[in-house]
T-cell receptor, first 113, second 110 residues
Framework: GAGVSQSPSNKVTEKGKDVELRCDPISGHTALYWYRQRLGQGLEFLIYFQGNSAPDKSGLPSDRFSAERTGESVSTLTIQRTQQEDSAVYLC???????????FGDGTRLSIL | SQQGEEDPQALSIQEGENATMNCSYKTSINNLQWYRQNSGRGLVHLILIRSNEREKHSGRLRVTLDTSKKSSSLLITASRAADTASYFCATETSYDKVIFGPGTSLSVIP
C-alpha cells in the first residue's frame, strides 16, 4: 500500500482480555516501530524491529506486552490481560532503515473498560 | 527531563502570524527531526536537520540547530488554520535511538 496501515482503528475491550493490534508497514521498509501515546501526551517507545536482527524490546512496559514481525512484513502487538492503564493510542511507524524519517499509521485507539 | 523537550507546551496565535517552537535535548545527536500530528492521526515527518547543519528550509518552515546549546527551533511563517496540530521533535542519538519529545500543541485562530 501507499502508507502504513493499522487495524483495527478502534478497539474496546473488557479488562483482563487479550488484544492483538496489527501493522502493515510500507513495502521495502526494513525498520518498524511501535509506540504508545496516552491522551495529550508524547510518544512512548515500545519496540523496534530491524530486518532479521533481534528486536529492541527495551520499551515494553511489562511482560504482558509482546510483538512479532515476520521478516520485513506485517507486525502484531499483543497485550495480554489488559488493564485500564493500557488505554491509549498505539502507533506503528516504518522507515527504510533506522533513523531515517518514519512513516506513521493513524494508530489503534484502545479503550479498556 | 527527557532527551527532547519542546517549548512551549501550548501556543495559540492568530492566522498570519509566525509560530516558533523550541526543542532542547541532552545528549549528542546525529540528526534532529520535526513531525506534525493532526488530531486523531499519525505523525507526519516535516524536516530533518543533521548535526553538521545549522539551518534548513522547507516551504514556510524554517528549522535551526545549535549543537552548542543542544537546541533546535521550528519556525512556521504566515501561519494558517490548517497548521493547527501538535509538533514533535525527535532526536537520533549516537546510539541510533530516535527519541520523541512531549510535543507543542499549536492552535492557529482564523
Amino acid at each position: 500500500g501507499a502508507g502504513v496501515s493499522q487495524s483495527p482503528s478502534n478497539k474496546v475491550t473488557e479488562k483482563g482480555k487479550d488484544v492483538e493490534l496489527r501493522c502493515d508497514p510500507i513495502s521495502g521498509h526494513t525498520a518498524l516501530y511501535w509506540y504508545r501515546q496516552r491522551l495529550g501526551q508524547g510518544l512512548e517507545f515500545l519496540i523496534y524491529f530491524q530486518g532479521n536482527s533481534a528486536p529492541d524490546k527495551s520499551g515494553l512496559p511489562s511482560d504482558r506486552f509482546s510483538a512479532e514481525r515476520t521478516g520485513e512484513s506485517v507486525s502484531t502487538l499483543t497485550i495480554q490481560r489488559t488493564q485500564q492503564e493500557d488505554s491509549a493510542v498505539y502507533l506503528c511507524a516504518s522507515s527504510l532503515i533506522r533513523a531515517q524519517p518514519q512513516h506513521f499509521g493513524d494508530g489503534t485507539r484502545l479503550s479498556i473498560l | 527531563s527527557q532527551q527532547g523537550e519542546e517549548d512551549p507546551q501550548a501556543l495559540s496565535i492568530q492566522e498570519g502570524e509566525n509560530a516558533t517552537m523550541n526543542c532542547s535535548y541532552k545528549t549528542s545527536i546525529n540528526n534532529l527531526q520535526w513531525y506534525r500530528q493532526n488530531s486523531g492521526r499519525g505523525l507526519v515527518h516535516l524536516i530533518l536537520i543533521r548535526s553538521n547543519e545549522r539551518e534548513k528550509h522547507s516551504g514556510r518552515l524554517r528549522v535551526t540547530l545549535d549543537t552548542s546549546k543542544k537546541s533546535s527551533s521550528l519556525l512556521i511563517t504566515a501561519s494558517r488554520a490548517a497548521d493547527t496540530a501538535s509538533y514533535f521533535c525527535a532526536t537520533e542519538t549516537s546510539y541510533d535511538k530516535v527519541i520523541f519529545g512531549p510535543g507543542t500543541s499549536l492552535s492557529v485562530i482564523p
